[in-house]
């Protein structure tokens, strides 16, 4: 008996023990969830991003870190980042010991320009909202013949994101490849716009008298847009930069945001923002062959590609036109401007590898040749030093946009009617992760490359392929190759193809196709080439709903009831 009762003190015991254990931990876990809330009330109860830096045991964990965080710079394993309140939560769960930071502008006080005075802008100022939209509507004003400023449309609390062309013959479609310049996608990096302002200024007001102005106007279509996040600039209000933030309204970083070759439609886990959906449907209604996304932070020219190791098809391309935009900012700049990293450059994925990024956006999905450029190491630059800076990089700026004329470049026409062939142009042995190029609803197409010898491949949906060999270019020179493709046999009369209607834009979520003959079948991609909708039909005309694709650009491919296959990109709102 007295055995019996030990025995049963000692279950009690233990089951008393092991409830209070129990209920510990659960009381702890209940602790630390209320604390990891009020500590995030806490960070985010006046802000939408937080600053702060923490220290890691190898590069390797960077790769997982930037699907979480907006990583700013790394300094040796010490890694400062930005983060929004959803993403500084998935950061915490990691457990690694962390400082929060002074945002960096927290004590930034601008020089604002005041309109209201009636003096002339000098370049040593900043601009208020108000201000950069009448400065930029004014260029076309004042440049009528060579200028013209477009709306891509309004951020998400309604700033306007602004674009001008330039060129000689502005209302005409020339046969001149297109060029990219942005500025500001991080609303934090003070300098950005006004450098891209001043590039427009200049190409308008020295056209016609100074003669490399004269011949980038006269042979590129010249595309800039100062400011790309004009949300995360004016986020202490319309009035001031004072209050900058690096990301958008949403606190969504729209240099992550991008698909990504490596990591996916959405890398950051965010839908594509209202600010990169406009950017993408730009990047598709024109065929941009260069661009370049302006930052301040470093000051560094970052080639691709920034999402994996794997050097770009045109690494040594890519090295030669980055040290000469470094090389000219040095020689007109004190000593120790740009002149770190590699001589002022580097491979972005040997800074550190981020997913989402534009630049592997545009050189991946839109064959386009993109690179980043920090242009000041301070984010918050004093506006005294604007001028200087401008000084800095003007003529690396200009060089930049004069190697878009240099490489291969021709027409691309069709044997029997001497119509214009969207085809895709491909260096035999040489052409991977996409580094083809494609050519515009013209016909044309430019092909920037290192000097060598080359074999040029042409194809296009329905054409024979051919093939030109022995084909030398050399740096800083340009060699035309035109070329007429052959239909492919298939007994189609091809004017039934070119009767053939795939409606873009879509209205009302609705993609209508018109055909002179049936279709059998109707695929359509996204834009990694996952099949998202396949459908079996019988008609000449039909709607089909996608009011449930997210936004972004897809790949419709038809099979008509004769055989012949179509293929056209979309954009879907």
Aim: charged share 20%.
């Amino acid at each position: 008996m007295i055995k019996n009762n030990a025995r049963i003190s000692i279950i009690l015991f233990f089951f008393l023990a092991g409830f209070s254990i129990s209920n510990a931990q659960n009381l702890n876990n209940k602790y630390l969830a209320n604390s990891k809330n009020q500590l995030l009330d806490q960070v985010f109860i006046s802000d939408r991003e937080c600053y702060f830096s923490f220290d890691i045991e190898s590069k390797e964990q960077v790769h997982q870190l930037t699907k979480i965080i907006s990583i700013d710079k790394i300094e040796g394993l010490k890694i400062y980042a930005y983060a929004n309140r959803i993403d500084f939560e998935k950061f915490l769960n990691l457990n690694i010991n962390y400082q929060i930071l002074s945002h960096p502008l927290a004590n930034f006080k601008a020089d604002m320009f005041d309109s209201k005075l009636k003096q002339t802008y000098a370049w040593d100022q900043y601009l208020s909202y108000t201000d950069y939209v009448d400065l930029m509507y004014q260029f076309a004003i004042d440049y009528p013949s060579i200028c013209k400023v477009f709306s891509l449309g309004n951020s998400i609390e309604g700033r306007e994101i602004l674009v001008a062309k330039i060129s000689d013959n502005i209302d005409i479609k020339e046969a001149e490849p297109q060029f990219l310049y942005t500025g500001q996608i991080h609303g934090d990096e003070l300098v950005n716009s006004i450098l891209m302002l001043r590039l427009i200024d200049y190409l308008t007001a020295y056209y016609g008298s100074d003669d490399q102005v004269s011949s980038l106007v006269d042979n590129i279509e010249i595309w800039i847009n100062p400011l790309a996040n004009p949300d995360g600039l004016y986020a202490g209000g319309n009035n001031t930069v004072n209050g900058a933030r690096r990301s958008n309204a949403n606190g969504v970083d729209l240099n992550r945001n991008f698909p990504d070759p490596e990591d996916g439609e959405h890398p950051d886990g965010n839908s594509w923002q209202t600010e990169t959906q406009l950017f993408m449907t730009l990047a598709e209604a024109q065929n941009f062959t260069m661009s370049a996304n302006t930052h301040a932070g470093a000051e560094v020219v970052n080639y691709p590609w920034d999402t994996w190791y794997t050097l770009h098809a045109d690494d040594s391309w890519w090295q030669m036109v980055s040290h000469e935009y470094a090389d000219l900012a040095q020689l007109n700049s004190p000593a120790g401007y740009m002149d770190g990293f590699i001589d002022g450059i580097t491979n972005g994925a040997l800074w550190y590898v981020i997913g989402g990024g534009r630049q592997d956006y545009m050189n991946y999905f839109q064959h386009c040749r993109e690179v980043t450029i920090e242009q000041a190491t301070e984010k918050g630059l004093s506006s005294s030093l604007l001028p200087a800076y401008w000084d800095y990089n003007r003529q690396a700026m200009l060089n930049y946009l004069a190697q878009v004329m240099y490489g291969f470049r021709g027409n691309i026409t069709d044997l029997d009617t001497g119509e214009p062939i969207e085809a895709k142009i491909k260096i035999e042995g040489h052409d991977f992760d996409n580094s083809y190029v494609v050519s515009n609803l013209d016909g044309d197409y430019y092909r920037p490359i290192k000097a060598g010898t080359y074999t040029l491949n042409f194809s296009a949906e329905s054409y024979d392929s051919k093939s030109v060999s022995n084909q030398f270019v050399d740096d800083f020179d340009s060699k035309v190759v035109d070329i007429i493709l052959q239909k492919t046999d298939t007994g189609i009369d091809s004017n039934i193809l070119s009767k053939l209607k795939i409606i873009n834009p879509i209205r009302n979520h609705k993609l209508q196709i018109i055909s002179p003959i049936d279709i059998k079948t109707v695929k359509i991609y996204n834009i990694l080439g996952q099949l998202v909708l396949s459908k079996e039909t019988n008609t000449k005309e039909l709607f089909i709903e996608i009011d449930n694709f997210q936004a972004g650009v897809y790949i419709v491919k038809l099979e008509l009831i004769n055989g012949a296959f179509v293929q056209k990109r979309i954009v879907s709102p």
